[in-house]
């Protein structure tokens, strides 16, 4: 009988509690008590939501990440928060973002540094290693976890993040190597292990992600040292791969001496046969049949093709899971009552992919007559969207098949295209600027939420934010900013504001999924192909270059990241859609150069997320992804100068392709790394102008004046302080706006500063 089980849960809670219940924390509004007992609510919810599985996942739930979790439980937190007063909670909290809520900043924690989750959206906090890094086991957390979830009568697995993996993700603060820390860590998961088996835990998950990326020999023999270690543990250990493929690094895992192995079959398909052929017999296989990071519906009967011939040859050594954990998709497709239908037809959220699951499992046991209902509404749901007009359309088809190489080239070269620009900008040295967004307040909140549900007429939402467009502008004059910009009150989110524009893009009400921390983002659905009806920004940014002399930059989405950042559709080659989203981005571009706007940032902030995980598939992925960038950019004049920004994107290893967009302004987080992402310019001489960000947008400590002229003359050290943009890490939708006053004030007097 093949068994069920969850890799992981959506911790956020159906209606973003966890986030409500955070910020209610950092603002001091709750205390601890309270937070804690949300977390041990949504546990037991998303327990039960999981309880038809065999065994649930317990771990899972974090109340920031799940990295910094595991930092904790290895006793791994950095110098700088030891011996501070408060509680672990404190603490944990002083990492995440700077500063946690009992005590007001006034200990200047700066915020670990926080990077992409492998090429997804989620983001983790860097674990910070030495050559003098200890270990000590603190398992209180992952214990009490496991103790709620076997009290509440749930069939639990622990889950936690392999010794090889955690290492993998770690960042070297000095000259050190992070594998020499192998031998230290290895005890304390021993440790853990043997406890997690005292308390009752026959599986433990241990997540080894790294293993279907690109390894050397010593990562290789990492694994081996490791799991031949471990392998002394009581608990039976399930090794979970997922985002790909194990491909070179198949056989190892296959040979490490675990009980279980976890492969991805959506993403890393050509795996399973290769596994099922030479799995031991004694091993369970658990597959990973359930898209767990997008939210198209299974076609279940076509996997039931292929598992059929699996279960017959390992019976009850077969298990069923998602590919990864469902923390990258939306909770319940329920709630979303508004959504067109036939569009909701297609779709599966986390709990529908948990009765997918269940499907697969019951007709592998019982036949496919057992479940006989359920098939046939599949398939013809899968048909549905198959055979829909609304997916297809030939026009846009033609477009993209009509786009020649002159649609990728500017008129002139960047040197030309410089002296142009300084003649008709006429900026300072160190020109100011920032990434786009302003706070975004209650008050804009409640106008949008109003003239989405149809209780304020057009006529007066534009007014209201227009009246938000105009004081941010005025702010930004009195805070003495050089390039302008108008806030971006009127979009709810970079990428969901256009898609809503565009025709082949589709919403969801509840659609949350978690990037960081609190911030959740509701990606678009992109399930057709796309086009422009109409202009999307430009009433807005003419408003508010009207209002003022100073340049006004439009600011815009690029086609990557609208395509990295939304649920992409499955049936067409990801390169294909970006072409389609580049065209309709090339019309808006050209109609805000029409209407007297010649700055124009085209944000990239997901240009890197988007790389696959093994090297030799890069150069394709670059290939159209800068392609779609220069499609979208380049029709303008050379007096037009073009921005682009990326934000926690290490792009060392990619400054070759960053420098292809040709932008004549690229900026980039640097704040949070203490400007190591500057190390790429000190081999490679980057032909254009570059904004360091100079503080971190992300953390509530407002920067100081001298701090910022560091970290300016230090990135004027590595490039010519005539090409050098200052400006924050990111948008500040997320701050308000008593945090974000005072640090552009410190920011624009230290650029004042060494001006003079």
């Known amino acids: 009988m093949a068994k069920t089980h969850n890799l992981g849960f959506p911790r956020i809670g159906a209606k973003r509690e966890l986030k409500f219940g955070q910020e209610a924390f950092w603002k001091g509004e709750t205390g601890e008590p309270e937070l804690l007992h949300l977390g041990a609510d949504l546990r037991k919810r998303h327990w039960q939501h999981q309880s038809s599985l065999d065994l649930l996942p317990v771990g899972d739930f974090s109340f920031y990440d799940q990295v910094l979790d595991m930092s904790f439980t290895l006793g791994h937190i950095p110098e700088r928060v030891k011996g501070l007063t408060g509680s672990e909670l404190d603490n944990y909290f002083r990492i995440a973002r ?149 491909q070179d690094n198949l056989p190892l895992a296959r040979n490490l001496p675990v009980a279980g192995l976890h492969i991805d079959a959506v993403r890393g398909h050509q795996d399973v046969a290769r596994v099922v052929d030479w799995l031991a017999p004694h091993k369970v296989l658990s597959i990973g049949a359930i898209d767990g990071r997008n939210i198209w519906k ?55 992919k948990l009765d997918e699951l269940d499907v697969l499992a019951r007709a592998l046991n019982n036949g496919r007559n057992s479940v006989a209902v359920a098939l046939n509404n599949n398939a013809r749901s899968i048909q549905s969207r198959h055979a829909s007009l609304r997916v297809n359309d030939p026009g846009v088809r033609q477009a993209v098949a009509a786009i020649t190489p002159d649609f990728g080239q500017r008129q002139a070269p960047f040197s030309i295209r410089r002296t142009r620009q300084r003649a008709a900008h006429r900026l300072p040295l160190f020109p100011t600027t920032t990434i786009g967004s302003f706070p975004q307040t209650a008050d804009i909140r409640k106008t949008r939420k109003l003239y989405r549900n149809g209780d304020l007429d057009e006529a007066s939402y534009k007014s209201l934010m227009k009246d938000e467009i105009h004081q941010t502008v005025r702010e930004q004059e009195n805070l003495g900013l050089d390039v302008l910009v108008h806030g971006e009150p009127e979009r709810n989110d970079m990428v969901e504001y256009f898609g809503e524009q565009l025709e082949g893009y589709a919403f969801s009400q509840f659609g949350w999924v978690q990037s960081y921390g609190s911030r959740c983002v509701k990606p678009p659905i992109l399930f057709g192909d796309i086009s422009r009806p109409q202009a999307m920004t430009v009433e807005w940014i003419r408003y508010a270059q009207s209002l003022t002399d100073k340049p006004m930059k439009g600011m815009l989405t690029g086609p990557v990241t609208l395509l990295n950042w939304s649920f992409v559709r499955d049936d067409l080659p990801h390169r294909q859609s970006c072409y389609q989203l580049a065209l309709a981005i090339r019309e808006e571009v050209q109609d805000l150069e029409a209407a007297g706007i010649n700055l124009i940032q085209i944000d990239e902030a997901a240009l890197r997320e988007g790389l696959p995980l093994r090297r030799s598939e890069w150069p394709a992925y670059l290939d159209w992804a800068i392609e779609s960038f220069r499609i979208a950019a380049n029709g303008v004049k050379n007096e037009t100068q073009i921005h682009t920004h990326m934000c926690y994107s290490e792009f060392n290893d990619i400054i070759e392709s960053i420098a292809a967009m040709d932008a004549d302004v690229i900026t980039i987080e640097t704040s949070r790394s203490d400007m190591e992402l500057l190390n790429a310019f000190d081999d490679f001489q980057y ?70």
């Not at 699996?310 to 990258?328: E, M, N, Q, T, Y």
């Not at 960000?693 to 005539?722: C, L």
């Open 98 to 246: 700077g500063r946690s809520a009992s005590d007001g900043g006034c200990n200047g924690v700066h915020a670990g540094e926080m990077t992409k989750w492998f090429d997804t959206n989620y983001h983790y906090i860097v674990p910070e290693v030495t050559a003098d890094t200890t270990f000590s086991l603190n398992a209180d957390r992952l214990l009490a976890q496991l103790a709620e979830a076997r009290d509440a009568g749930f069939s639990a697995k622990p889950v936690i993040i392999g010794p090889v993996t955690y290492l993998w993700l770690s960042k070297e603060k000095d000259n050190s190597s992070r594998l020499d820390l192998l031998p230290r860590l290895l005890p304390v998961y021993s440790e853990l292990l043997e406890k997690l088996a005292d308390a009752g835990a026959e599986w433990v998950q241990i997540d080894e992600p790294a293993l279907v990326t690109d390894l050397s020999r010593d990562w290789k023999q990492a694994f081996e040292s490791a799991y031949h270690t471990l392998k002394t543990s009581r608990p039976k250990l399930l090794l979970a791969a997922y985002f790909g493929a194990m």
């Open 687 to 756: 032909p254009n102008e570059i904004g360091p960000g100079v503080y971190d947008i992300h953390s509530p400590n407002t920067p100081a004046e001298e701090h910022i002229a560091q970290m300016i003359q230090g990135a004027a050290a590595r490039i010519p302080a005539e090409r050098l943009w200052i400006n924050p890490d990111c948008g500040l939708k997320t701050r308000t706006w008593e945090e974000v006053v005072p640090a552009l004030k410190n920011m624009v007097r230290a650029a004042k500063g060494l001006r003079q």
């Open 298 to 352: 299974t076609d279940l009967n076509g996997a039931l093709d292929w598992l059929e011939p699996i279960a017959a040859k390992l019976g009850d050594r077969l298990w069923l899971a998602p590919s990864c954990s469902l923390l990258h998709v939306p909770v319940d497709l329920d709630s979303e009552t508004r959504l067109d239908a036939d569009i909701r037809n297609w779709l599966a959220f986390a709990l529908q």
